[in-house]
């Protein structure tokens, strides 16, 4: 049992400290150790050990009206059947003691995958442009591009997503610009929920944060780790990454089946 104490307090540390009970067991078990959850619980319980708890929503999107906008091309059917059909988008702010910085991030809705992300203290276009880029550019190398017509970026009704200029670029880049309703509290939930986990597990335990450069480094090393490793229960209790390379392995590798 004591073994089993340090496996669940090493779990616990190399996860920003965010697991609860049911994340740590699902882990524990990834890892060959079978025990049950209710245990698990309780040993928790006697080590002082609790995950991190979500917190309120913050909007800190306002409505641009300078462009004709885009249509919603998804009507809140967030799920994709394969990588590159579906990216959704939105922002959020961390407060430093040089000021205010706003990061955003491009979230797969078919594994989850954080694929890109930028950070700035001027809310513009430029930096969503940034995490668009920075999705795009590794399935280039990785040599599963983006198929023009194929993808979908969906945001918000935020000015930096209706201006002219990243419809320009997302059109360039054969990718097809979705905007939703403005005032839909369940519009683009799953981004939503994406921040509210970054929001929960790395900014508000690590505060006060100083500047841009130091949120930038923790960000980078969250959405590394999120990817690879955190578990999520909407994708089989497995990392982003994990759940994508499954799919490509079973998809140049099918199972064949016979009947007899």
């Given at each position: 049992?004591?073994?089993?104490?340090?496996?669940?307090?090493?779990?616990?540390?190399?996860?920003?400290?965010?697991?609860?009970?049911?994340?740590?067991?699902?882990?524990?078990?990834?890892?060959?150790?079978?025990?049950?959850?209710?245990?698990?619980?309780?040993?928790?319980?006697?080590?002082?050990?609790?995950?991190?708890?979500?917190?309120?929503?913050?909007?800190?999107?306002?409505?641009?009206?300078?462009v004709?906008?885009?249509?919603?091309?998804?009507?809140?059917?967030?799920?994709?059947?394969a990588?590159?059909?579906?990216?959704?988008?939105?922002?959020?702010?961390?407060?430093?003691?040089?000021?205010?910085?706003?990061?955003?991030?491009?979230?797969?809705?078919?594994?989850?995958?954080?694929?890109?992300?930028?950070?700035?203290?001027?809310?513009?276009?430029?930096?969503?442009?940034?995490?668009?880029?920075?999705?795009?550019?590794?399935?280039?190398?990785?040599?599963?591009?983006?198929?023009?017509?194929?993808?979908?970026?969906?945001?918000?009704?935020?000015?930096?997503?209706?201006?002219?200029?990243?419809?320009?670029?997302?059109?360039?880049?054969?990718?097809?610009?979705?905007?939703?309703?403005?005032?839909?509290?369940?519009?683009?939930?799953?981004?939503?929920s994406?921040?509210?986990?970054?929001?929960?597990?790395?900014?508000?335990?690590?505060?006060?944060?100083?500047?841009?450069?130091?949120?930038?480094?923790a960000?980078?090393?969250?959405?590394?780790?999120?990817?690879?490793?955190?578990?999520?229960?909407?994708?089989?209790?497995?990392?982003?990454?994990?759940?994508?390379?499954?799919y490509?392995?079973?998809?140049?590798n099918?199972?064949?089946?016979?009947?007899?």
């Open positions: 049992m004591r073994d089993l104490k340090v496996r669940i307090q090493e779990v616990h540390t190399s996860n920003y400290r965010v697991y609860r009970a049911r994340k740590v067991w699902r882990e524990l078990n990834r890892q060959g150790h079978a025990v049950a959850r209710c245990t698990v619980e309780r040993l928790m319980r006697e080590l002082g050990i609790t995950g991190a708890v979500r917190g309120k929503k913050v909007i800190t999107t306002l409505p641009g009206g300078q004709e906008r885009a249509p919603d091309r998804l009507e809140r059917d967030f799920v994709a059947k990588p590159n059909r579906c990216w959704v988008a939105d922002f959020t702010h961390v407060t430093t003691w040089a000021g205010v910085v706003y990061i955003v991030f491009v979230v797969e809705t078919f594994s989850r995958r954080i694929v890109g992300w930028s950070a700035a203290t001027v809310k513009a276009t430029v930096f969503v442009l940034d995490a668009v880029e920075m999705a795009i550019w590794p399935r280039d190398r990785d040599q599963r591009p983006v198929g023009s017509g194929e993808l979908i970026h969906h945001s918000d009704a935020g000015s930096q997503y209706t201006s002219f200029r990243l419809a320009e670029h997302l059109d360039a880049a054969g990718i097809a610009a979705s905007i939703g309703p403005v005032g839909d509290a369940y519009d683009n939930a799953l981004m939503e994406t921040i509210g986990l970054f929001k929960t597990e790395l900014i508000k335990p690590r505060r006060p944060w100083k500047t841009l450069s130091e949120v930038e480094l960000t980078a090393e969250y959405v590394d780790w999120y990817n690879h490793r955190r578990l999520h229960g909407e994708i089989g209790h497995v990392p982003p990454a994990e759940y994508e390379a499954t490509y392995t079973e998809l140049t099918p199972q064949v089946t016979t009947t007899t």
